[in-house]
């Protein structure tokens, strides 16, 4: 069974700053990771899919790179829509999600 | 553009099934896999299981011994039946359509969940 942790499980920004997520895995699981964003109230919406592709729609400022346990999710400059809780998804085995890191407002 | 529709009653008693339809429109259930997620008030999300449009599944071993996923063609819908519910299956329940992307000469196989419907709270309690 695959674990996956995230960190840090909460952080505090402002609007403009560089935002970097951690994804770690139990196994090695390649590239087989994805990335949500979950607003309060709504559905999941993906961001990123293979660790690194981008979504359609979503915004360049969104961007996902690793391989084998240890991944990352960078907004460039954090704008005021992007506050939300992010989830990290692998789909190596089964389809487990990260426990989440929820972005506020510094 | 499709678009997901939970729906289902919002309070089962403890013991029972819960019993959850999603309805798929503005496109074809045919040709994908489609998933149930789950999220407890205030806590992540846990993925239940999928169906194929043909039928076949693959579930949460967690929760298989109580999950029974199931598709209608007919109605552009799938299902899902949790037995033996207990307090801990009060959550918020989304249905998801799930693609299979295949890249590269061996033919690697990546699944996410592109498609979500807005969910809909369960809560069991008697």
């Known amino acids: 069974d695959i674990q996956m942790t995230q960190s840090p499980s909460s952080l505090s920004a402002s609007v403009g700053d560089r935002v970097t997520i951690t994804c770690r895995a139990s196994q090695s699981i390649s590239s087989y990771l994805n990335w949500y964003q979950q607003k309060p109230g709504k559905a999941p919406k993906l961001l990123i899919y293979?660790?690194?592709s981008l979504q359609s729609g979503v915004p360049s400022r969104f961007s996902g790179s690793g391989s084998g346990t240890d991944f990352t999710l960078t907004i460039s400059s954090l704008q005021p829509e992007d506050f939300a809780t992010y989830y990290c998804?692998?789909?190596?085995?089964?389809?487990?999600f990260g426990p989440g890191t929820k972005v506020d407002i510094k | 553009q499709v678009q997901l529709q939970e729906s289902g009653p919002g309070l089962v008693k403890p013991s029972e099934t819960l019993s959850l339809t999603c309805t798929v429109s503005g496109g074809s259930i045919s040709s994908y896999y489609w998933s149930w997620i789950r999220q407890p008030p205030g806590k992540g999300l846990e993925w239940i299981g999928y169906i194929y449009y043909s039928g076949s599944t693959n579930y949460n071993p967690s929760l298989k011994s109580r999950v029974t996923i199931s598709v209608d063609t007919s109605k552009n819908q799938f299902s899902l039946k949790l037995s033996s519910v207990t307090a801990a299956d009060t959550a918020v329940y989304y249905c998801?359509?799930?693609?299979?992307?295949?890249?590269?000469?061996?033919?690697?196989?990546?699944?996410?969940?592109?498609?979500w419907g807005k969910g809909t709270t369960v809560t069991v309690s008697s």
């Open positions: 293979a660790a690194s």
């Open positions: 998804q692998q789909s190596y085995s089964t389809l487990g």
């Open positions: 998801a359509r799930r693609i299979t992307m295949v890249r590269g000469v061996n033919y690697y196989y990546y699944y996410y969940m592109d498609v």
